[in-house]
């Protein structure tokens, strides 16, 4: 740990911070919270829980996405000359919050910007889901009225990945029926209250999971996560087209072997497949 007597360098310093259990702030967050000249939080409150955890007590500015263009720019100024950190209540700060225009600012300013990564929502509900993790696409929270919500479902179910995004436990039936409607047939999670005592990650149809939590209302942060749409095995036809248009490039194993890795089908069989046609 760095003694807390040493001044950090000025400039803008992006803090994560625990997203539900005080235990998962990291020893390096700690000591810049600790060395900083004043921390830009989005409410006092949250924050002075944490520093209180920490046993460290340093000026707090309020910093959200009511505040005035030139709030921002008297945090910039003052960057110039000492070491300002910002954080969210929970996670990462700029993951769904108004923070990047500060980033913004301080680098147009030349400011000199440092992010310290942590804790974060999106991934420990990913991790948590037993989704497909190998792509992902995170968009924030859902619209809150039906049309538009169900038009951003449908605009980002023709992505092959898993979608993450926020949801408010009022809003979480309504978006879950959306989906059902939208993306039928999906996987798809819900996590709530990560890294707490009451922490949950269910999984299962979004029919399913609209009743549960129609009878059982939700409390506390969540994050939705909807799976990639189902893989349609290519049919026979198909898979030999594509044989045929990289036999005029590749060699019949190269061919079969690439055919195999995208359609899952058999290499082997694939194989006999290309000479066969090589040989007509």
């Not at 060395?35 to 829980?49: L, M, N, P, Q, Y």
């Not at 910039?76 to 993951?95: C, H, I, K, N, Q």
């Not at 038009?151 to 949801?167: C, H, M, S």
Request: charge should be negative.
């Amino acid at each position: 740990m760095t003694d807390d007597s040493a001044t950090l360098s000025p400039g803008l310093y992006i803090v994560a911070t625990p997203i539900g259990n005080l235990g998962d702030i990291t020893m390096r967050a700690a000591d810049v919270l600790a060395r900083c000249d004043g921390i830009a939080c989005e409410d006092t409150r949250v924050t002075h829980k944490l520093m209180r955890h920490l046993g460290v007590s340093k000026p707090l500015w309020r910093y959200d996405d009511h505040s005035a263009p030139n709030d921002r720019a008297r945090l910039v100024e003052s960057m110039r000359t000492r070491a300002v950190a910002l954080v969210s209540d929970a996670g990462m700060p700029l993951v769904s919050d108004p923070g990047y225009r500060l980033v913004q600012d301080a680098k147009e300013a030349g400011v000199s910007v440092t992010a310290l990564p942590g804790a974060n929502a999106p991934l420990t509900a990913l991790a948590l889901s037993g989704l497909p993790n190998d792509r992902f696409l995170f968009a924030g929270f859902l619209p809150p009225k039906g049309k538009a919500r169900r038009d951003v479902l449908a605009e980002l179910g023709r992505v092959r990945t898993t979608l993450i995004f926020f949801e408010t436990a009022p809003r979480l039936v309504k978006s879950l029926s959306a989906i059902a409607e939208v993306l039928p047939g999906r996987a798809v999670a819900v996590a709530r209250e990560l890294t707490k005592m009451f922490e949950e990650c269910r999984t299962g149809t979004a029919e399913d999971l609209a009743a549960h939590y129609e009878a059982h209302p939700p409390k506390g942060e969540i994050v939705l996560l909807v799976g990639p749409p189902l893989e349609e095995a290519p049919s026979e036809d198909e898979a030999e087209a594509m044989l045929r248009e990289l036999l005029e490039t590749e060699k019949a194993s190269r061919a079969a072997a690439e055919v195999a890795r995208v359609t899952g089908l058999d290499r082997k069989a694939l194989y006999a497949r290309a000479m066969e046609l090589k040989g007509e």
